[in-house]
């Protein structure tokens, strides 16, 4: 079956440092891929997307790249803010047969001023 | 309305209770996912519904969970006899498609909180 592996928490960094939250896969065909996140008391966000291989998502700063070769989909950020403290979760939806997101465990980041 | 509504937002019962959550997708949206969170745990799938089809009910840890989903429209998510394990927010997500490239838009969750 499918499944997501991302890094266990928590992130911890200074404001401005460099983010890398590592998220592995494993799926039959091509699935597309998806980061969200989710602030202290809220629901999921939908943060970006890659759809096919080698398809770059960004939004708000973040950035992740669709990797096949190594099935990965790393997020990365290149300068963090207190504000993006937050759990985030890799997940995966599989083109054809049945559509339900397999979700990564999340992982959760916390910034310091 | 623009995005997922949940509700309650905050729901505390008492063990042995039955609660019903309330889920309002993204209109046109045909598939509806409930998901649960518990405290510190990734998200659990639970239900899955899309358009006229027999939902998906793969997830669902026991027979006192139940779901409906009216009209290819709103969703109730039931759970009968609460138990103190049952606490956690649940989130129910909606989506356009069926292939999976547009992803899922979840709401604010429901905290259900059994004492």
């Known amino acids: 079956g499918n499944s997501v592996t991302q890094m266990e928490g928590p992130v911890t960094l200074s404001e401005e440092a460099f983010l890398t939250i590592n998220c592995t896969y494993t799926?039959?065909?091509?699935?597309?891929l998806f980061w969200y996140v989710q602030y202290p008391g809220e629901g999921l966000q939908l943060l970006l997307k890659?759809?096919?291989?080698?398809d770059k998502g960004s939004n708000k700063g973040f950035e992740a790249t669709y990797r096949k070769e190594t099935t990965s989909f790393h997020l990365e950020k290149g300068s963090v803010q207190v504000s993006d403290s937050a759990v985030y979760f890799c997940?995966?939806?599989?083109?054809?047969?049945?559509?339900?997101?397999?979700f990564g465990r999340g992982t959760s980041l916390i910034v310091h001023p | 309305g623009a995005g997922v509504s949940q509700s309650p937002s905050n729901k505390v019962t008492e063990k042995g209770k039955d609660v019903e959550l309330r889920c309002d997708p993204i209109?046109?949206?045909?598939?509806l996912y409930w998901y649960r969170q518990s405290l510190g745990q990734g998200l659990e799938f639970l239900i899955y519904?899309?358009?006229?089809?027999?939902?998906?009910k793969s997830g669902l840890p026991s027979d006192r969970f139940s779901a409906e989903r009216t009209g290819g429209s709103v969703s109730t998510l039931t759970i009968q006899r609460t138990q103190q394990e049952d606490s956690a927010v649940y989130l129910c997500?909606?989506?356009?498609?069926?292939?999976?490239?547009?992803?899922?838009?979840f709401g604010q969750g429901t905290r259900l909180t059994v004492v």
């Open positions: 890659a759809t096919k291989a080698d």
């Open positions: 209109s046109g949206h045909t598939a």
């Open positions: 997500g909606s989506s356009t498609n069926t292939h999976g490239t547009a992803g899922a838009f």
């Open positions: 519904f899309q358009g006229n089809s027999a939902p998906d």
């Open positions: 799926a039959t065909g091509y699935p597309s």
């Open positions: 997940a995966l939806f599989q083109s054809g047969g049945s559509y339900i997101p397999t």
